[in-house]
């Protein structure tokens, strides 16, 4: 089967525009270097994150369920990501043994080279924290050979917490900085799909120089690669390797 | 000149012993991979880390560190390390001015790819922070243009702390798990030099061998690589990279 | 509406005590200053927090929510506060959806200017913490316009724990001091009201002798300020202000 | 009764197998010194820990189950304590207040005088804080006079946290070592009932020797007391003394 | 004197230009509110902060200080502060007790009532942290009725420190978010006074704009206050209010 | 000698009446129990701690520094302690190599069985922390055999930090409560000795009334057990043992 001739990744959003200001970059970067990345939005943020419709008047979580779905589908097009909806609900999110096991049964589908989700702590969103648990509990899930007996497990692919808004407040702490410099436009351009929330377009674009300053920053002034955007996540495993440099 | 045209690494290691124990599988990996790798001794450890000797009778400073010193000679030898000792004296190591820069002089004519040194807390051994952070602040040093101008500076090369003795009290925490199978014979032969510690031998080659269990859990039980030693490292600095896999 | 011409705030206390031993002094104090101050009990504490009582002998649980829902309505009484009781039980307090929804609610209809709650962890107690994020995610949700859209909606008041039993052990940190010494007496006399835990009265007036020469400490001893009795709080969000003095 | 007259220890095990390799040593120690200890597995490890029994084919949850049922009984016989089976599930383990009041009444019951059970974090394994958690608020229940009023209410017995399979990664750090040297020879007994885990039996004997090694530095080298091996606990409540050597 | 009769802050630079992107807008905005700001430059940051113009050529370490200096004083008129410069050497900056005593001196003639300085960690440079801990300690110093007794003591000003250029990798956590929107204009031009570290002039400004954000996004969407250009402050020491607001 | 037939105990002062506060009831009830305890004053707090004789008037150095030798000789004296004076000033406390030796000297004379010191943090305090460091660095350096071969090493002896002023801001959380009820009058004779910060007899009054009731909480309110007066420590090593009850 294709998904295992071809290294592939899981991106776990909250809510459905999560992905694209967190892990737009890591996407795009991997889409274009052969991976098959598939994004799973537990909801659409509906109630949470969609303020500009709700102001328009005679708005009904229906239409605004309908809207976020588009944007969400044509900026995963953009990065060239498969995407696919669980609609749990927002504000709050919740999640039962059922969601988790259908959340385990993507993992032994997609049987992903890496992860990315949310950070572990939140406290301006409870739903964040709640998916990144989620995410970890599906990964161990799937790795275990008794659950649905005679199905290939997981292996142990590494989980990335991406950059929350306020990341102090949040306790994360990137230890690792991806060069997405050439992938920015690509990025930005799934940016400009979400149509509801542009207030955050410049937000996240200063995001992506300051990490790509700090990368900059981290390689030394002296070297000769050039880094202009970055994005910062937070691995929650060790790494295992062969090479320190 | 031929440090230019090949790879390096640095070592730091407080006593003459310590880099053996902590990083002898990383030195003698790197180095089979073509690697010059350069260790500093800030002191042979001759009070603090020479207790089967002073027990000897009759012993003098000058014979323990000329005992140490050829041990250590050994080891670096096996592994395939060049080696230099500051002599700074030991319980307690302490570093002026001048040692900061010879220690900063020694990054600058080794330009090293990484480094290698303690964790930032021990509360069993005090020479071992004072050491990580002596080598954190001549990295710092090493890089800035106003030191000895004119010099080539050094980049940002990535800063591992070795595993202390009772990791837990130390709050190191392992983010590197380094699979050092296919050179253990040649640390535990390194090892071996280190007659003077022989209650030692046993217990590290244990810890790794529980680093290797644990690096191969964190590839996946289903993964085919197979790991028998391993080493932990903890990272200061954020990762720059452009593959999460 | 009178709700909207005053400031207010919103205390949320997981037993029907917890508020007069922790909080009493800055109800008093702001309320004393114009606010109105509303209280929302989750539970009596009828389980975990009545010993006295059910050593009486011939208790029921009926009995023991009747007499500490009693102590805390004149508690409230004394220290000018308005007070609410939710009786969703105790040992465990556990909180569904509509509980959530219900405090939601709650913040909705008092637009507090400040929130008052518990630590964020406390191991001797599992009922506060739940109580902490019961409370800061009803904020959360009482944030979102698509929460009963077409509501006034909350604005982002600040939040802050006041103090567990065993301050260290729930790794509680007070940053904030609030000097309560010009309404100590009606604190005591609301402590008064907790005819229940006698033990505790002097336990809670020397905590606000402590804080308050703590306070007295961070102003300065050169001050003139007198202080004598305070309350200590941590805040779980950065203050917003123009003022560094 | 029996249990009043004699000293009593309660563990909690997230799965059937975590008592031996994380708490045989404790429970044959005290065992031998008169204690009657009581052990609650909440799970078979059935789906999560099963791997080998899994990978025979033609196996069913039952005879999985049936066969960690035989072990478990198998090693706490060795160890010489009494055990219970509550047969939650597990990969996911989940508790409701049923089951927290079924456990809340083992400790009504046992009266333990200190109890055991796993760390509060485990990125890798999410049954295990679930298990820990589970315990400290039964803890709490069992102590409260309104939870089944009439009954004895338990003390203030402390909890220990045994080691998880990683450590530095839980965020666990021992402040308890407990020589275990001379009972040793039983808890490998024990172990070696877990026929379906064998690739762990070494890797606890080495986890058992370096607990023992660092046991003796924490000693003083110099001291008589031989100690070979050791179990690592970290405390969860402050110890009550008269006595700090 | 006209000190004492005035509000007055002290900020400790461990570099010449460190206050300037770090403070520049608290500088500005409480010197508009007609406090007498003073400014210590513990260095010129000539050796590790001047990479331009050691790039220049045929530079000396005198002419490197001599440019740093104009910088900073230019800087401090254009903010409104009174500046001097204590020459104590950078990479590394050292202080011994009559740097100390140097500088609890200013904190007497001063009387402060807050204080601007580093964070106390940042990996990526040792000076300042040393600039942190040696404020505080002229601080406790300045307090002591037994130093220079007859002198004024100080009282107990809070101290807060300043974005370090890496946020999360210093361990450093917002508590305050200071609204300098009415001074942006004055900073930045305080800024452009740096001709020497230009590539730092963007990314400062990015700094303003994302804490600016995150201000307005702590006191709430629904909130009219515009907010557009932040600083962000850890404080050291509980806050002394009587008003939660 | 009767020092080594007998049972020792070391406590390190910062300042010459921080032992009676902080440590007075470990003191009193180890000399109860038969125990030799000795304390190090490192200097008399003469500049910092002394307030109240600075402001007499006509006061030097020298006349603070005998009144306070005579208050901490006094109070060692009702609590039965042998005491020593460092004299090496405070405020700041400094400590070179020969310091360290001395310090070192006094464990390898006294022989100690634990060790009593302060915190390792206390931003209100810059020297006790310096104290807490030069204890543990010389401990160290009394178990090295290289230090003065031939001399009696000292073993492991547990160490414990004594409460901070103000234990939050200090990282500072007790593991262990000490019941000092049995003592407590002798510890408050002592106290009294403090001629010059009589402030402070009853704030740490309460602190004492406050440990007590958290110690006697910690056991359980079943107990039989009375307990009036406590003190917390933190212990920097874990302890070893055969007992978890």
């Known amino acids: ?102 959340l385990a049964d993507v993992f032994r589908r997609v049987q992903p080279h890496f992860i990315l989700t949310h950070s572990l702590a939140d406290p301006y969103n409870y739903d964040h924290p709640l998916a990144a648990n989620l995410t970890q509990e599906a990964r161990i899930i799937a790795q275990a050979e008794g659950y649905r007996p005679g199905e290939t497990i997981i292996g142990a692919p590494p989980v990335y917490c991406f950059e929350p808004h306020q990341p102090e407040q949040c306790g994360w702490k990137p230890d690792v900085l991806l060069d997405i410099t050439s992938v920015w436009e690509k990025k930005y351009a799934a940016i400009q799909c979400m149509a509801g929330q542009e207030h955050l377009w410049e937000y996240y674009t200063r995001v992506a120089l300051q990490r790509g300053v700090q990368a900059k920053r981290n390689i030394g002034i002296a070297s000769n690669q050039i880094i202009i955007h970055g994005e910062g996540y937070q691995s929650l495993f060790p790494r295992v390797t062969e090479d320190l440099s």
């Open 1 to 102: 089967m294709a998904i295992i001739s071809q290294k592939t990744a899981l991106v776990v959003s909250a809510h459905s525009a999560d992905f694209v200001w967190r892990a737009g970059g890591a996407i795009a970067l991997h889409v274009e270097r052969g991976y098959q990345v598939h994004i799973v939005c537990l909801s659409y943020g509906e109630r949470g994150e969609s303020a500009k419709l709700w102001r328009k008047g005679s708005m009904t979580e229906e239409i605004v369920k309908a809207s976020r779905h588009a944007e969400a589908e044509a900026a995963a097009n953009v990065l060239g990501a498969s995407i696919e909806f669980f609609d749990m609900g927002d504000y709050p999110l919740r999640a039962d043994k059922e969601d988790l096991f259908r």
